[in-house]
C-alpha cells in the first residue's frame, strides 16, 4: 500500500506554457517557456499594427 502512494505522486513538469501579450497592440500569443527561467520578453510580428512588437508575459496557463 505505501509503494503504490509513492509511484502515483506527481512530479512538476519541466515547461510551462505562458501568455505573451503586445505591449502596442495587446495582441496575444501563446508559447512555452522553461519553469525555472525568467520572465520572456521578445520581439515578434505584430498582425494589428503590421510590425514587430515587443512581446512580454502576461501569466502562466499551465504545466506542460
Do not use: C, W
Not at 4 to 27: C, G, N, P, Q
Not at 28 to 39: H, N
Amino acid at each position: 500500500m505505501q509503494l503504490s502512494t509513492i509511484l502515483l505522486k506527481r512530479v512538476k513538469s519541466k515547461d510551462i506554457m505562458v501568455l505573451m501579450e503586445s505591449v502596442a497592440s495587446k495582441h496575444k500569443v501563446v508559447t512555452v517557456r522553461e519553469r525555472q527561467g525568467d520572465k520572456m520578453e521578445f520581439f515578434r510580428f505584430d498582425p494589428y499594427i503590421q510590425k514587430n512588437a515587443l512581446y512580454k508575459e502576461k501569466k502562466k496557463i499551465k504545466s506542460v
